[in-house]
Structures are given as structure tokens and as C-alpha cells.
């Protein structure tokens, strides 16, 4: 009984915190700090950092506990300047949200001065069920119009699983990808929005595979996400340095080898390597929990920030 009662109050502790430090920052942020320079690297943090809270809920209620609009406010209040809200965590997903819930969101991020560095939805576009990518291409077409409504420059989609016991080669996997993003690009082009492929240790795992759908695309409306834990190479680092030249958007990870989470990222390192490489804009970084250990998102997000500010060039 103790234990239910604590679970329950931590989280109402901390929202009426974030409550009252909101109100006391109320002008800190402007509307003017939600105009991204384009000369410039802006952090911001995904969502799914915070998957386990976003995603709970009351048991006798059904009630979701934290929300993306929870989560605002404590952007506000560490005063991080843009946030990336998967779209896993909007009601009713996978559908679209209700424009009412978008209005307030849209509101509540305008009146922060937060940025919107990008969206994301899970598909599988190497499925080898022509039913299963269709339903992945007509949810990214539904996303792309959100994420234009959100003024977010960037709709994170995935090129997808390798099937188990296929029998199809790398290519044949990579063809279904590329067919599915080609029907998407007259979408991204209508509602301003470019489709970023993230590299998630499936088909992409590695800079030449990334290269080989982005070169075969060859559109101005579609790079990649570098997700730097999802390089399944010897050096990681040297996959990513290929990639920057397509990169539109960014998962700065704790770790380099993806699941594993053993070898710890080098900030620095990458942090040279986006500098060097020309990149300018949204930075997203995305912790992660680790399985049996215990997670606390709100340290480790600011933590992750913080080191990669220290090894921002002045």
C-alpha cells in the first residue's frame, strides 16, 4: 500500500514543481526564441526519452499520468530551447491528433518560445507484405500534414525491419524502401516537410547502406536522421562523418553500440564532427533506459545536454 501511495505522489509532487518554477520563469522565454537561425546548432531533446512516463497511466482511471504538455513545462523550466515530440505520445495515435489538442500544444510551445525540431511514427517499409507498407505509407502522409500544422521541419520514419528467416537480399529490402518514400515525396513537398530516414540498426546499419537509398532518392526532400547509437561498424564515427552531408535531423545517443549500451559516446568527438561537417540546425539528443537498471530521465536528458554545451565550439 506504501509503495502505490508513493508511485502516486512522486509524479503530483513533481507537477505542481514544475508548476509553480514555470510560473516563475514566465518570461524568460519569448516568441522570438522560437525563430531557429539557420546558422546556428539548436539541442533539442526527443520525446521518447520519457517513454515509460509518457505512457502511463492510473489504473483505476485510465488516466494518462504524464503528458506531452506535462513535459513542456519542465522544458521550460531547464529552459531547453526545442523539443521533438514523437508522435507515439499524441492522443489517439496512431491516427492523427484532434486539431483542438494540436491548438493546444501549438499555444502552450508559442507561449514558451520552444522550438519543434521534428515528429516521428513507426513503419516498415522493407516489410515484405505489400499491405503492411501501404498502411505505413498512408500513416507518414497523415504525419507529414501534422507535422506541417506543428511547423516542424522534419518527419522521422524508419525504412524498417529485416524480416526473420528472409530469404531476400539487401537490395530487394532496400527497393521496397525506396518505392515506398519515392510516393511520399510529392506529400513532403506539399506540406513543406522533408522525410528523415533514421538509421535504427535494421535495413540502415551502417554509412554505405544510408547512402545508397539517399543517392538512389536524390531528392532535396528526403535525408537522413543520423542516430548515432545505430552505426553497427568497427567506427562509428567514421559512418557518421559520411553521412553529415545528408543529414536533416539528429539522435545524439548516450552510447555508440545501439542496445548494448557499453561504449559511451564521445561528445566531444561528435560534437567536432557536426561542427566540421557544416551542419546547422536542430541537435536532438534521446536517452534511453537501460533493461534491470534504474532510469531517471529528467537527470540524464540534462546531463547529456550539459556535456554536449561544454563541447560546443565558442
Request: charged share 25%.
Amino acid at each position: 500500500m506504501k509503495t502505490i501511495l508513493i508511485e502516486k505522489t512522486i509524479p503530483f509532487l513533481f507537477l505542481i514543481f514544475v508548476t509553480f518554477s514555470c510560473q516563475n520563469n514566465e518570461n524568460k522565454s519569448t516568441s522570438s526564441d522560437n525563430k531557429k537561425s539557420k546558422n546556428e546548432i539548436i539541442f533539442s531533446v526527443n520525446a521518447y526519452s520519457f517513454s515509460d512516463l509518457l505512457t502511463a497511466s492510473y489504473p483505476e482511471s485510465n488516466q494518462q499520468l504524464f503528458s506531452l504538455l506535462n513535459l513542456l513545462d519542465w522544458f521550460h523550466y531547464k529552459e531547453i530551447k526545442a523539443i521533438d515530440p514523437t508522435g507515439y505520445f499524441f492522443p489517439g495515435y496512431p491516427n492523427p491528433p484532434t486539431d483542438a489538442f494540436l491548438k493546444e500544444f501549438i499555444d502552450k510551445v508559442n507561449h514558451y518560445g520552444i522550438s519543434i525540431s521534428g515528429t516521428g511514427i513507426r513503419n516498415d517499409f522493407s516489410h515484405p507484405d505489400p499491405k503492411v507498407r501501404e498502411e505505413g505509407i498512408e500513416r507518414a502522409i497523415a504525419w507529414l500534414e501534422v507535422a506541417s500544422k506543428l511547423n516542424a521541419p522534419v518527419l522521422r520514419c524508419f525504412a524498417g525491419k529485416i524480416p526473420k528467416d528472409s530469404e531476400d537480399d539487401w537490395e530487394t529490402l532496400a527497393q521496397r524502401v525506396i518505392e515506398s518514400i519515392e510516393q511520399l515525396i510529392p506529400y513532403a513537398q506539399k506540406f513543406g516537410v522533408k522525410i528523415g530516414i533514421q538509421n535504427h540498426g535494421d535495413v540502415l546499419r551502417n554509412a554505405e547502406q544510408c547512402l545508397y537509398i539517399l543517392e538512389k532518392l536524390n531528392s532535396e526532400w528526403v535525408g537522413l536522421v543520423v542516430d548515432t547509437g545505430h552505426f553497427h561498424t568497427d567506427d562509428p564515427y567514421s559512418d557518421i562523418e559520411k553521412v553529415i552531408p545528408y543529414a536533416v535531423n539528429w539522435q545524439i545517443k548516450e552510447y555508440t553500440d545501439a542496445s548494448m549500451r557499453e561504449e559511451k559516446m564521445d561528445y566531444k568527438k561528435i560534437m567536432g564532427l557536426i561542427e566540421n561537417g557544416g551542419y546547422k540546425g536542430f541537435v536532438p539528443v534521446e536517452s534511453l533506459k537501460r533493461k534491470n537498471e534504474p532510469y531517471r530521465p529528467f537527470e540524464r536528458v540534462a546531463e547529456m545536454l550539459g556535456k554536449l554545451e561544454q563541447e560546443r565550439s565558442q
